[in-house]
């Protein structure tokens, strides 16, 4: 007698998610009503809306940015992960603790990589980016209610990623595409042929994404953007955002078109607030221009975009998470398969791109495949953007050949500060493993990287100098994965915080890596084999490459990351 | 008859190996199932079958030849697949995460469930891997806390491994909403609302959480000391929720060292699936209480002329008991009887009621049996009353529930059965919940109707009070009290505008459609809109919902039946499913969902002044005579008086001899203050109960009964499931089942009876009720039998009634047209509140025995009259605040709750509650057909009592 509703094989149940809208905007109205979130508020929204107070608790509790206390008149938030700790957070943090421990105006408060690793140690002050060194300033201004302007960050030059000349009119592609002059096969196919991969980390083809989504039934399916790197050392996407959203657009307004979407969205980090004003002058721009509405240029097709900005927590980078936090729920990591291609955005196929591979279609497009492969060097293809921070004297985003080597970059990027020798690198941020002043010449390409026993990543090279405890760096990676770990599994929810409690521990009492025990080993790989999302598996992973590192090389072994098999 | 089935489906099928074990399945089948199915068992904590997987506790991974192990209760098989479960890797694995969740526990010797039921499945697993707490080398964690708030479940955030089973068990099950995840990493904790207090959150205690729960981290706390044991050392009795008419089936877990129930578990029936609420899972301790009456009692001589016995039931203002709470006063009362044996008792009762028959006649004879008891014991009463005294007064409190229903759906479809039962809200693509505070009465049963919401079933819940239930609707109608019928007839206004009706069904199956609809036409959303309160759009948005829908479904509670117009109301109801053909297919029909565990199984064993067992008028020729001709006596040709009636003949001198088995009219009828008299009225009063209750304090003699866990027999649900309650315990004292009372005092009236066990008494009513043919305590199973049921052996029964004929004569559905017509005493100045009674989710009638048990009256100690927060902020009245109700009746005090469920203007007070009897205020108007009671609906005013606890400043003023 039983009438179940069919599931989508694969898909988990529905405790704790709920039908109807986000509650997510509601939320966000009343701390920007109140300043926080009162609990009466929050029982008469409850009882407006009819949903439970659990699923309201299950939103405030899991993202950052969600007070549940009265705010003090200053905030002012601290980094303590892996670059800013390079350049000494930890001093200025309890430097800071001690001239605001008792401050009744000013909360101090630690928290992960805020993505201004080129500005390191990085703080914000009300949630406006600077480096700490102007911290103390910005504190007594916003005493007084007053605060400077955060702005993005540009260069001067275009990037040799970007087809349009300063002062030349661009989208020349979408336009040819709503044209008609473009067809999607065509789209795909130059795609394909360039072979340009995701450069979200998982390096996934990306015509073959496209063509997977555009071949799923028709209406509704969904774009997203994936603006959310928040890896420690990884923060190329925000200055592409801040320098070229044109081409994220128009990469994303291409992938909507080929695909059959009608509406798309940025999910961009809340510490990106510079870079989201970029991104909502540029809407404008676009909507001036006719290119967002329900008839583009008379094509006949509804474009839309909004953004989306992040409730916090680097757990949303992860393309299941983040579809979870949009649809209003905790940002737990989906089991998968279904993957988003499929199963996506409220259960609909859903193209996701991060914001370099949407910034590359525009010039592949318009330039061709062959072209864009002959930009790399050493057998690989395209152009690549870095992060580069660290001990370097001028860390910054470069985009450059792809293939380049990371002595290539520390070159580029003045070399490591005070003339020092390499102690190691972390070639694609955090949750790469760590490579030796041996393996500063190999190619920072997928292929290569792999077999080398690390992993491209989210593109951010980080440079730690000669003398660094490495074992204590990837101990301090381990804490940003142990935070930033949304809880759902066992795994990467005990495991991770169990090791850092070892790892700690030895590390205080002045011990180093031929101390660790046996067992961080056998978590490595409970946390790389069982855990349900790229955070868990990777986690320890860092730390078991230190190891390695000293016993002669890191451990080269097959990365989570770089399997091409892990989404669609 | 209809049984649904649903119609096989092609489903493809995919290939794989399991352990190179080669397995075809359907698609989208779990490996975890598949697995399961092919004899393999993976390990896992998170998944239980009754729950949609999560894969979270990662202990199922599975080698599918990635990069990375699958979780493999959820994840879905695939062609080709070449699943391992079982290699040393994966075993590796598995033991290193038990290690972590085990770290983190309470010392096994502490643990919660190790040391109480010992079935801590995370124990079985470190028992499996050879782990030890001591022995690991992971650090162990700060401690995460306990929280001990709840009088009944405890929580150990220590032992939970957030396996997220609790939350799909308080969601998906019983669509309670209250526990979720809170926090992030490895500070996540499961968390009641917004982090509060088990205690103070919006838990109800269903207890299914801690059914869920695999370790130690939700258990039942001991309830009166009785230690929590394995099952293998105690006694499983199988057998029957006591309180509502949902009839769960449960397992009592005895102690019989102790001779006390330790703990009780949902058991699988194909109605209420394991499901308990907080009355069936924790509420029987009742039963052993010291209160229990033990001995017959006889009333001392000194204590006539007979009136009530104790200042709060003699309703003395002056010695008004200083604290709110409590029971019958025994210290106050017991001195007024002596104890006495059986026999002198038995003859006592015989001889006095012998005498006022001699005297006065059948007619001056009355008795009141109870929807408590069993089926045996309701049909052997409405035996002794009419067979042994020769007069139909024989009633019971279906008369204060579903009296009105019942007469409309005699009138209107030949039945007053339920058409389809709760679970087959399941096929309905709409259904209404028409006045029904279902998740407080029917807790179990409103978990369906929650769960198949969520499967697309559109609900539509219409009452003036939002109930919880509301909060789970498509579409909430908050009508204006009293407007049902012009709701009701609005909808099926725009129903036959829009030709949205069934014509066919109509033609073939109705009669008296025209009349209706000639009626209807005056009813137009408009127009229903100023009667009721509800916009037209709306009305028009539920007539088309209604009218649309392939399967339509209503179920109602008591805001439809308790109503000087209960009948009418239901008349609507039913004319609302016949004209849209919404009955006799699956998910279709009408569902009154009755109160008490036997409601329907007393009605269908004739414990009503119209019908003999099954329905059988006494005014009927043809079954006067199949009666008489089975009992052996000529029986009275005329109808009995019903409760209300009885009351009424009793104050002037009519019905002068009453035996009251298992009723508690006192508290339970409307109009206390002229029960009173009427009880004191009487000539001879013989109570039989568990309890000194507020009715036997004008008792002439008191006969100590036993509870349905004392007994052996049949219990016939809201479903018309017959199901066996087996016995439980000895009863306490000289307590005796009532069915050998009866049996006695009718051997002593001249009305020989010599049953040896119940199950003779069931055959005897089995061979006089058609309805019940076929049933027998050899075939109803350990989860009972729905009725009719053409074969017991192999069927569980009819689901659905009326496939092809009503139960009338003419096997039409009788229409008949009804005129809203407003209430009875509508608000004035002086009274401008109209007041709602009815009743709380951890309280049973008239709390005689939900206010003996320790977790009931732990959550609901005292009575509150809830209204609305504008209307007490006007009045000045706080939350908590004593105020005074008053109504042309009666006064009451209490303190006041203050509920957004309550709109201005109107008010709600529970009837269980004898310091703040709501029925002092209630009005004695009765419904002309089903002679039920308006309990829905009298004006009172409310007034600040002055102070905060008036109680405490009343006595303040006496010792001054």
Partial sequence: MEVVQPRYPGTEARAGKFPGPSLIPALNAIQRRCGWLPRDELVTLSREVRRPLYEIEGLISFYPHFRTTEPKTVEVAVCHDLTCWL????????E????????????????????????????????RPLAFADADEAVEAARGGTHGDAHAKRGEEPRPNDPYAAGEERYRVLRRALAGDLGADAMVATLKESELRGMGGAGFP???KWEIVAAQEPTPKYTVCNADESEPGTFKDRQILAEQPHLVFEGMLLGMLVTGCEEGWVFIRHEYGPEEDVLRAEIEALRSEGLLGDDVLGSGRRLQVEIFTSPGGYILGEESALLECMEGHRGEPRNKPPFPGLYGLWGKPTLMNSVETFADVPIILERGAEWWKEQGVNGATGLKFFAVSGHVERPDVYCVRAGSTARDLIELAGGVTGGREVGAIQPGGASSNFLGPGQLDVPLDWKPLQEAGSMLGSGALI?????????AAGTNVLRFFRDESCGKCVPCR?????????????????????????????LEETLRKTSICGLGQVALGPVLSVIGMDRGGAAAREHPKDREDTET | VAISTPAPTETRTVSLTIDGLQVTVPEGTTIWQAAKDAGIEIPVLCHDERYDPVGVCRLCVVDVGARVYAASCVRPCEDGMEVRTDTPELERNRAQLTELLLVDQPPTAEDPKETTTADNELHVLVRRYGLDQDASALPRGQGRGEDRSNPVIAVDHDACILCDRCVRACDDIQGNDVIGRSGKGYATLIAFDLNDPMGESSCVTCGECVAACPTGALTNKPIND???????????????????????????????????IAYADGREQPGSQRRLCVKGRYGWDYTFSKQRLTTPLIRRESSYPKGPLSSDVRGDERRRRRKPGG??????????????????ALDLVASRLKAIHEESGPKAIAGFGSAKCTNEEAYLFQKLIRAGFGTNNVDH????CHASSVAALFEGVGSGAVSTTYGDVVNADVAILAGTNTTANHPVASSFFKQARRRGTKLIVVDPRRERIADHADIYCAIKPGTDVAFYNGVMHEVIRLGLVDREFIADRTSNYDALAKLLEDYTPERTEQITGIDADTIRLVARLWGEAGAGVIYWGMGISQHTTGTDNARCLIAMCAITGHVGRPGTGLHPLRGQNNVQGASDAGLIPMFYPDYQPVDAESARNRFEAAWGRELDPERGLTVTEIVASALHGGVRGMYMMGENPFLSDPNINKVRKALSALDFLVVQDIFLTETAEFADVVLPATSALEKDGTYTNTDRRVQIGHKVLDPPGQARPDWQIVQDIANRVGLPMDYADPSEIFDELVSLMPNYTGLGYDNLGPSGKLYPNPDPEHSDGTVVLFDENFGTDDGLAHLVPAEWMPAKELPSDEYPFILNTGRLLEHWHTGSMTRRSFALDSIQPEAHVFMNPDDARAMGVADGDFVRVSSRRGTIELRARLSHRDTPGTCFIPFHFREAAANLLTIDEIDPFGKIPEFKFCAVKIERAGGTAAHEAQSAREGA
């Fill in chain 2, 397 to 400: 409190c279906t008369r204060l």
């Fill in chain 1, 494 to 522: 005990v495991g991770s915080a169990k090791a850092h409690a070892m790892l700690s521990e030895l590390l205080g009492q002045g011990k180093g890596v031929e101390d660790v025990a046996g067992e961080i080993a056998q």
């Fill in chain 1, 87 to 94: 350049h000494g957070s930890d001093e200025r943090i309890a």
């Fill in chain 1, 206 to 208: 990306t015509g073959q």
């Fill in chain 2, 327 to 344: 029971l019958v006063d025994y210290d106050e009362v017991m001195p007024h009887f002596r104890e006495a044996t059986w026999e002198e």
């Fill in chain 1, 463 to 471: 440079v730690m100098a000669e003398g660094t405890d490495l074992l």
């Fill in chain 2, 226 to 260: 009785v230690p929590i044991r394995p099952r293998e050392e105690l006694r499983q009795v199988e057998s029957v929720c006591p309180y509502c008419g949902v009839g769960c089936a449960l397992t009592f877990n005895v102690d019989d060292e102790r001779g006390a």
């Fill in chain 1, 96 to 127: 800071a603790k001690a001239r605001y421990g008792d401050d009744v105006e000013v909360e101090l408060v630690e928290v992960s990589c805020l993505g201004r690793c080129d500005i390191a140690p990085a703080a914000a002050v009300d949630e």
